[in-house]
């Protein structure tokens, strides 16, 4: 069975940094799409970025342009979300995401999940 686990979220400043990571399991992971959600107090869950399994796809949600990157290490089994110039309304919970198919996971559905990791902008 594939597993996913993040890590990297933590407590930040307006404009400060963080980079998450999910590490993979059970499965060939160049072959995975993989996603970033985030799902704030009180708000439904969004997609923030996709990745094709070989790499050369991505998609950024409006307002992740410009401040996120995501990528993808098949030889780490990771995928990485590099988030820059963080803002207040970046706080929430974030997941990683992983499907064999990668327009499953533009329209917000996972074939498998992580537990979330907690990023927090303070103001």
């Known amino acids: 069975q594939v597993q996913l686990v993040e890590s990297g979220g933590g407590l930040v400043q307006d404009g400060g940094s963080l980079r998450l990571s999910c590490a993979v399991s059970?499965?060939?992971?160049?072959?995975?799409?993989m996603g970033w959600f985030r799902q704030a107090p009180g708000k439904e869950r969004e997609v923030v970025a996709t990745i094709s399994g070989s790499g050369g796809s991505t998609y950024l949600t409006d307002s992740a342009k410009g401040r996120f990157t995501i990528s993808k290490d098949n030889a780490k089994n990771t995928v990485y979300l590099q988030m820059n110039s963080l803002k207040p309304e970046d706080t929430a919970v974030y997941y990683c995401a992983a499907s064999t198919l990668l327009v499953r996971l533009r329209l917000g559905v996972g074939d498998y999940w992580g537990q979330g990791t907690q990023v927090t902008v303070s103001s």
């Open positions: 059970g499965r060939t992971f160049s072959t995975l799409a």
